[in-house]
């Protein structure tokens, strides 16, 4: 039994922004850039160090909650003045885990504005310094033109953040920003392709230490930033994580396997959130290019929990979960040899669920239906046909299993939208 398992936050949270940046090369580093222009100022406002912690933490995941395509594209407006919703997404989805529930709220009044000083306040909340450093962050990160010299652009920068003044930005931190602005290094560290080790050796994030529970709930805010970008997916990893949960006890799996795959199946989607809700939700046939991207998903998952070491059964659970037995699945192309029986059990599951859950524009197929598909997969070598055997023989308590975790996650989901209802403006 493996009690604890080390992770280093930070490069969790890099690997993160990367993917939240992969959704389009004109986002190219934003999260990053974000995170080390609010760094600089803290220090230089000499803040403690936990606060600077928490506030990369923030930058480096402030705009998660803009789910869509467009929607990232619209907080690239240097004038973006509606940008409270997807803050408040953004905190929504990460307050539920402890570590982090500074961040969220640091994240969650990301675009509100200084207004001459009412924006100490919003809806009656305070708002935390750090939340007005990112505001300026921000703004200057998107001040930043990629098809030019950084060093030339200085100039244009800090008299567009001045004319902005107070109407968006803390007086004193504009001030800091300015000592900081003359600094050369200042601007070459945000444009350098070394931005992500400039930032891991500026920050200092410790390694946490998580139990079981707290892994449990660290993954599942990675699976509520994956599903509930879109209702199509809501309780998508859900249904896996359940179905392969008991797949794996059935299959004699000890407490502790059947554990990790539970975890595998909450975060063996990560990578679909480098993939535009546009093409999530695309009702018709995705066209060759997207579909193209859509098969990058999987390797997304791989390279993101590739660095935690601790995680590594778990990743090679959820991430090899389009891998095929006879080698035509993606992205590594392994066969039955190199797949180990938590991932080609974590296969099934996905398939499985895939096909008996109900989506917004289709019911789930039922019991007949799902194994005929399922037996002609195993038959064709490509999943495994002994886990086929156990579906087939336990049919009854495996989609029991998968519609009570769905039922609750869809529970989890309708009160998520309810809570951004209620709460933005
Ligand atoms: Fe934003
Ligand atoms: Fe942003
Ligand atoms: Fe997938």
């Given at each position: 039994?493996?009690?604890?398992?080390?992770?280093?936050?930070?490069?969790?949270?890099?690997?993160?922004?990367?993917?939240?940046?992969?959704?389009?090369?004109?986002?190219?580093?934003?999260?990053?850039?974000?995170?080390?222009?609010?760094?600089?100022?803290?220090?230089?406002?000499?803040?403690?160090?936990?606060?600077?912690?928490?506030?990369?933490?923030?930058g480096?995941?402030?705009?998660?909650?803009?789910?869509?395509l467009a929607?990232?594209?619209?907080?690239?407006?240097?004038e973006?003045?509606?940008?409270?919703?997807?803050?408040e997404m953004g905190?929504?989805?990460?307050?539920?885990?402890?570590?982090?529930?500074r961040?969220?709220?640091?994240?969650?009044?990301?675009?509100?504005?200084w207004?001459?000083?009412?924006?100490r306040?919003s809806?009656g909340?305070?708002?935390p310094?750090?939340?007005?450093?990112l505001?300026?962050?921000?703004?200057?990160?998107?001040?930043?033109?990629?098809?030019?010299?950084?060093?030339g652009?200085?100039?244009?920068?800090?008299?567009?953040?001045?004319?902005?003044?107070?109407a968006?930005?803390?007086p004193r931190l504009?001030?800091?920003?300015l000592e900081?602005?003359?600094?050369?290094?200042?601007?070459?560290?945000?444009?350098s392709p070394l931005?992500?080790?400039q930032?891991?050796?500026?920050?200092r994030?410790?390694s946490?230490?998580?139990?079981?529970r707290?892994?449990?709930?660290f993954s599942?805010?990675?699976?509520r930033?994956?599903?509930f970008?879109?209702?199509?997916?809501?309780?998508?990893?859900?249904?896996?994580?359940?179905t392969?949960?008991?797949?794996?006890?059935?299959?004699?799996?000890?407490e502790?396997?059947?554990?990790?795959?539970?975890?595998?199946?909450?975060?063996?989607?990560?990578?679909?959130?480098?993939?535009?809700?546009?093409i999530?939700?695309?009702?018709g046939?995705?066209?060759?290019?997207?579909?193209?991207?859509?098969?990058?998903?999987?390797f997304?998952?791989f390279?993101?929990?590739?660095?935690?070491?601790?995680?590594?059964?778990i990743?090679?659970y959820?991430?090899y979960?389009?891998?095929?037995?006879?080698?035509?699945?993606?992205?590594?192309?392994l066969?039955?040899?190199?797949?180990?029986?938590?991932s080609?059990?974590?296969?099934?599951?996905?398939v499985?669920?895939?096909?008996?859950e109900?989506?917004?524009y289709?019911?789930?197929?039922s019991?007949?239906?799902?194994?005929?598909?399922?037996?002609?997969m195993?038959?064709?070598?490509?999943?495994?046909?002994?886990?086929?055997?156990?579906v087939?023989?336990?049919h009854?308590?495996?989609?029991?299993?998968?519609i009570?975790?769905?039922?609750a996650?869809?529970?989890?989901?309708?009160?998520?939208?309810?809570?951004?209802?209620n709460l933005?403006?």
């Amino acid at each position: 039994m493996k009690p604890q398992y080390r992770i280093r936050l930070f490069d969790f949270l890099n690997c993160l922004s990367d993917i939240l940046d992969w959704i389009s090369p004109v986002l190219n580093d934003h999260h990053k850039q974000v995170a080390l222009i609010s760094l600089r100022i803290a220090d230089t406002l000499e803040l403690p160090v936990v606060e600077q912690n928490e506030i990369v933490c923030a930058g480096i995941l402030h705009d998660i909650g803009a789910i869509s395509l467009a929607e990232r594209m619209e907080t690239l407006k240097f004038e973006y003045a509606n940008g409270k919703a997807h803050a408040e997404m953004g905190y929504q989805l990460i307050n539920i885990f402890e570590p982090m529930r500074r961040a969220a709220e640091l994240i969650r009044f990301h675009h509100t504005p200084w207004a001459g000083g009412q924006g100490r306040f919003s809806n009656g909340w305070q708002v935390p310094l750090g939340s007005r450093i990112l505001v300026l962050a921000d703004h200057i990160a998107l001040l930043i033109r990629r098809d030019q010299g950084i060093l030339g652009q200085t100039e244009a920068i800090k008299a567009r953040i001045i004319e902005a003044g107070d109407a968006l930005f803390e007086p004193r931190l504009i001030e800091a920003f300015l000592e900081l602005a003359d600094k050369e290094y200042f601007w070459l560290d945000l444009v350098s392709p070394l931005i992500s080790k400039q930032l891991e050796q500026s920050v200092r994030l410790e390694s946490i230490h998580m139990n079981q529970r707290e892994l449990l709930s660290f993954s599942s805010l990675i699976r509520r930033m994956i599903d509930f970008r879109s209702p199509f997916t809501a309780t998508h990893s859900s249904g896996v994580s359940a179905t392969a949960e008991h797949l794996g006890m059935l299959a004699g799996l000890n407490e502790y396997e059947c554990f990790e795959l539970k975890v595998a199946g909450y975060l063996h989607d990560l990578g679909k959130l480098a993939i535009p809700a546009e093409i999530l939700e695309k009702p018709g046939k995705l066209t060759d290019d997207e579909f193209n991207l859509m098969r990058g998903h999987t390797f997304y998952t791989f390279r993101a929990l590739e660095p935690i070491e601790d995680l590594s059964a778990i990743n090679k659970y959820g991430s090899y979960h389009h891998e095929r037995l006879d080698g035509t699945g993606y992205p590594f192309r392994l066969k039955r040899k190199d797949l180990p029986l938590g991932s080609r059990l974590l296969a099934v599951a996905d398939v499985f669920t895939a096909l008996t859950e109900d989506r917004p524009y289709r019911k789930g197929m039922s019991n007949e239906q799902t194994i005929i598909v399922l037996d002609k997969m195993g038959a064709n070598n490509k999943l495994d046909p002994e886990i086929i055997e156990l579906v087939k023989a336990n049919h009854e308590s495996i989609n029991q299993a998968r519609i009570i975790a769905q039922e609750a996650s869809r529970e989890e989901y309708r009160n998520f939208l309810s809570q951004l209802g209620n709460l933005a403006d």
